[in-house]
């Protein structure tokens, strides 16, 4: 599989809470490679692989993605949004989006030109930065309130096999776990894989919780985005891009998981470097943990700049470094005997 392509394919597609083309491009990957089914009220994908064993071990990635949706559309043709997921409200002046309406309407969030600004904006309240539509009066035949708006920006390489687009937050952990499906398709596993592509993971992991709840596996491990090193951010508080997987160490994740998955990155000579978490890691790993009576799970990260943007960087070479050390993992069992 061509890693950055297919990226750069989920990237471009819209992956908002219930209306998601980014989960049925997803889908139609997995399931050359495994049987897969769409779980429940919303659109979370999942793939199953059977090995040898009836032990399962579950792999997690989120395919939404941050969001608005519309509040109210004036007579003028400005629309007031709210946000569905943590969007970073500092980035938006300016921003071109898409309204998925009654047909798709491209607008932009409006930005109060510098010379006619009375003092320094603050962006604290996102009801506050009007989208422009163009439309006038027409804007209400087309656009409802409940509509959901998506940044629209496509992606683009960078130098040194690095990328910038939006969502990759958490497209790229999706793409590991479908370049980690066509690997092991090929392969004898000795335990049961069951890939999940969750939905709604920024509305507070709620896609997670619900498959974990269905799957019940014996051990998880979920797949996501992390701080990515950049100015003013404090080394302690980040990964570098380009170091490899960041492999999650919390007081919420089974030690015994953290501790192969860095043995096998060891003794196999693959990039990576340690994510320490105190409390929880903000990530699907909170929920699938103390699903039912609780799966013993552990945490991948992939290093990311400006997150919740629609500029988000990664480097490439950190998704290889994720697969890598996934596949060696499954193929060794996971902790099936530890």
């Not at 997987?245 to 990576?272: C, F």
């Not at 799970?297 to 629609?310: C, E, F, K, Q, Y």
Request: charged residues 25%; glycine residues 8%; hydrophobic residues 40%.
């Amino acid at each position: 599989m061509d890693i950055k392509k297919t990226l750069f394919e989920l990237s471009s597609a819209y992956g908002a809470v219930g209306e998601n083309s980014a989960s049925k491009k997803a889908y139609e990957i997995l399931s050359k490679y495994c049987e897969c089914e769409v779980s429940g009220n919303n659109l979370t994908v999942i793939g199953r692989m059977s090995g040898k064993s009836d032990y399962t071990l579950m792999l997690d990635a989120h395919i939404d993605e941050v969001s608005a949706v519309v509040t109210s559309v004036d007579d003028n043709g400005f629309v007031t949004v709210d946000k569905a997921g943590g969007i970073d409200i500092r980035t938006l002046p300016a921003r071109p989006v898409i309204i998925h309406g009654k047909k798709d309407v491209k607008a932009v969030f409006c930005s109060t030109p510098p010379h006619l600004a009375q003092k320094e904006t603050e962006y604290t309240d996102i009801s506050k930065i009007k989208l422009d539509t163009m439309l006038g009066k027409s804007a209400k035949d087309v656009i409802s309130v409940g509509d959901v708006v998506t940044y629209c920006t496509k992606p683009k390489s960078l130098l040194s096999n690095k990328v910038t687009g939006k969502s990759f937050d958490d497209r790229a952990g999706v793409v590991c776990l479908l370049e980690v499906a066509e690997r092991l398709s090929k392969c004898e596993l000795p335990i049961n894989v069951v890939f999940v592509l969750s939905d709604a993971e920024e509305l507070g992991l709620r896609g997670a919780k619900t498959a974990a709840f269905k799957v019940m596996p014996d051990e998880a491990v979920a797949i996501d985005v992390s701080f990515g090193d950049g100015p003013d951010i404090l080394p302690d508080e980040c990964g570098k891009l380009s170091h490899g997987a960041m492999i999650g160490i919390s007081p919420v994740l089974d030690i015994s998981i953290s501790k192969k998955l860095t043995d096998i990155a060891n003794n196999n000579k693959i990039k990576y470097q340690t994510e320490v978490m105190g409390k929880s890691t903000g990530t699907n790993s909170d929920v699938i943990s103390v699903t039912k009576t609780g799966v013993k799970t552990g945490l991948v990260s992939i290093p990311l700049r400006n997150m919740h943007t629609d500029a988000e960087i990664i480097d490439l070479d950190d998704l290889t470094s994720v697969c890598d050390i996934l596949e060696k993992y499954i193929l060794s069992g996971g902790i099936a005997n530890v």
